[in-house]
């Protein structure tokens, strides 16, 4: 690898200053803007930022990107997704636009149960090619890292098989993965009213392989009525932070139930979706340093009320956002429409959805210190982005801007 030089950016946005922890109420706003701006790239990592002409004597020898009349931004973080997985469940779309919810599709067999059957029926070579066709296209839309959870097995077998075709794309794509357990997804048919015994299972089967075979980082459950009690829910999550998997949680999607204040009493880096969190909750998780990981593209394609993402800035909690890319709720892999919904459907600003979709969403896997922001050190995972300035990435929605990527300091998509 050699060295790369990106000259005279009309804005090069480095949301400095937050590798420590993530940015919080009007820190979200900060993003550290260089007019005309420059980066100097050595082999992976980022070695310069400043005005072009400062940067311009030390860039000897570089490959010259030209970014003029464009912005560059940090790689964008996904930090919840369901991305490998197999089957379509676009059948779906079309009972709940005649009415059906999304809870009575999944009681009837559908929803997470549908994707199980097809995941568990589909090979591994079938799961990890299905799943690299979707990270080449996140990567198109200027994603760099991406988080990935299981649960589409809720039996061993399938969830090892997720794991394995997750860790194995993390070594051959160029988008990094960071892997999430999710057995306690939904309840099996089978234990159906048996709840507690596969909760069991999960905590003295699954979990202690996860660990042992070295397959996740992060445990995660969806604590929702119908689903899994914040009681069980506590001791899933417990159980992994006793192996060291640290605890996120899918929290409050359909109705408040606790998850939110779960979250903060167990030390989650995370709770995700949000829609129904309680005033208490948001309380609790600001004062805990909890990240929000909100999914508004989920809220927009279930045509459900979006979570309250300028009520939580304004209490004090970091929020991230993310795609949800699952075959349900949000078949998408578009962060950069994430960040016009966060816009136009939170009350977020243009510069707290670039915060959320970069440092922050970092945070949210763990990766702070390592990407999310363009600082000298980091990773050089960089998307130049075709917009005049950042205003304009959300002004000009539902659009695509992507330019150029440039993962670990090479360049992986290049717009002709």
């Known amino acids: 690898m050699g060295s790369l030089f990106i000259k005279n950016a009309n804005q090069v946005i480095t949301v400095k200053g937050h590798s420590e922890k993530p940015a919080t109420k009007e820190e979200m706003n900060e993003l550290h803007i260089i007019e005309n701006g420059a980066v100097l790239i050595e082999n992976d990592r980022i070695t310069a930022v400043g005005p072009t002409e400062e940067l311009e004597l030390k860039a000897v020898n570089a490959e010259v990107i030209d970014a003029s009349g464009k912005i560059v931004m940090p790689g964008l973080v996904d930090p919840h997704t369901h991305v490998v997985y197999a089957g379509s469940r676009e059948n ?63 039996d061993w077998e399938t969830e090892h098989k ?26 099996p048919k089978e234990y159906k009213g048996r709840e507690d015994k596969f909760v069991d299972i999960i905590i003295n089967e699954m979990l202690p392989r996860v660990k042992e075979e070295g397959l996740a980082e ?16 506590r001791r899933v999550l417990e159980a992994g932070k006793k192996l060291g998997l640290i605890p996120k949680i899918h929290a409050d999607e359909i109705e408040p139930y606790q998850g939110a204040e779960l979250a903060a009493e167990i030390g ?36 459900a009320e979006a979570a309250r993402g300028r009520k939580m800035i304004d209490a004090g909690v970091p929020v991230a956002i993310s795609t949800d890319a699952n075959p349900g709720s949000s078949p998408s892999v578009s962060m950069p429409f994430t ?16 915060v959320a979709a970069t440092i922050n969403a970092a945070h949210a896997i763990n ?15 960089i998307v130049i982005q075709d917009v005049e300035n950042f205003i304009q990435l959300n002004y000009h929605y539902g659009m695509n801007h ?10 992986v998509v290049q717009a002709v």
Do not use: W
């Open 92 to 154: 779906e779309f079309n009972l709940r636009l005649n009415g059906a919810t999304y809870m009575e599709i999944m009681n009837n067999g559908g929803g997470i149960h549908a994707t199980t059957r097809a995941t568990r029926a589909a090979s591994e070579v079938e799961l990890y090619q299905a799943t690299k066709r979707r990270l080449d296209k996140f990567l198109r839309h200027g994603v760099t890292t991406i988080e990935a959870k299981s649960g589409y097995g809720m």
């Open 162 to 187: 997720q794991l394995i075709v997750a860790k194995r794309l993390n070594e051959d794509h160029p988008i990094d993965i960071v892997s999430t357990f999710m057995g306690a997804h939904a309840v």
């Open 218 to 233: 992060f445990n995660d459950v969806f604590c929702e009525h119908g689903v899994y009690t914040p009681e069980q829910s």
């Open 268 to 303: 989650a880096i995370s709770a995700e979706h949000l829609l129904r969190a309680s005033d208490e909750g948001i309380k609790q998780m600001a004062n805990a340093g909890v990240i929000a990981v909100l999914l508004p593209g989920t809220a927009f394609f279930l045509m």
């Open 339 to 354: 960040m016009n919904l966060a816009c136009l459907s939170m009350g977020m600003t243009p510069a707290e959805s670039i």
């Open 367 to 381: 990766r702070g210190r390592e990407i999310g922001s363009i600082e000298v050190g980091k990773k050089a995972d």
């Open 402 to 411: 992507t330019h150029t990527v440039i993962k670990n300091g090479k360049i």
